[in-house]
């Protein structure tokens, strides 16, 4: 399963980012080398890693703005910064950058994917549904197909999260309606339709034929929990 992930490594001096490169690979992980900041951000839009090791003194933009944009964009990605001895320590040790994790230079590279692996292994609390290529993380507010991440928007999760969680039943477009936007909620039935039909974009393998979310003619939505 972790063989996956992606990690994003911005770090300018080559010789650590080789030394990380090596280390995470020998574990199985992806990486993603990224030498300077603007193109860690150019890299981190294109690929969506699982993770970044982000090195804090960067040429141009540094990491603590890096972190900045990297959170902006994604408010879940696992961030692990790395710093030098005495580089403004009371900011990192608050993490007010939004980082995950910290690990000051020189560092054990077993240390370092010993963190990382940590930081996974919460991600991927299995609640049993990985059977249907699914599997959720209520913690951290994710679902993943087949082991990636879906970037859903909270009323998307909300409305995958009840319907993956009672496979087969049936519910109609008014129950999904009070049950994830609130009884108090007044808009159309046919909101309902228009996030399902954003879901599936995301989770159907093809969008007008979907497998796992199926319309129940007249009625609403259930989710299919049979399929092998
Ligand atoms: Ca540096």
Partial sequence: MESAYKILVIEDET????????????????????????????????????????????PGIDGFEVCSKIRELDSDVIIIILTAKGQDMDKIMGLELGADDYMVKPFNPQELTARIRAHFRRYSQDDGTS????????????????????????????????????????????????????VSYIGDLKTVDVHICRIRDKIEEDSANPRYIETVWGYGYRWQGNES
């Fill in 131 to 182: 059977k249907t290529g699914f599997s959720i993380n209520e913690l951290q507010h994710k679902i993943y197909k087949n082991n990636e991440n879906l970037k859903l928007s909270p009323i998307e999760y909300d409305l995958l999260i009840l319907l993956i969680k009672h496979p087969n039943k049936t519910y109609s477009r008014h129950e999904l309606l009070d049950s994830v936007w609130g």
């Fill in 15 to 58: 010789s650590i980012s080789k030394f990380i490169k090596i280390n995470l690979e020998r574990e199985g992980f992806k990486v993603l080398p990224a030498y300077n900041g603007e193109d860690g951000l150019i890299m981190f839009r294109e690929n969506c890693p699982d993770a970044v090791i982000l090195d804090l003194m960067l």
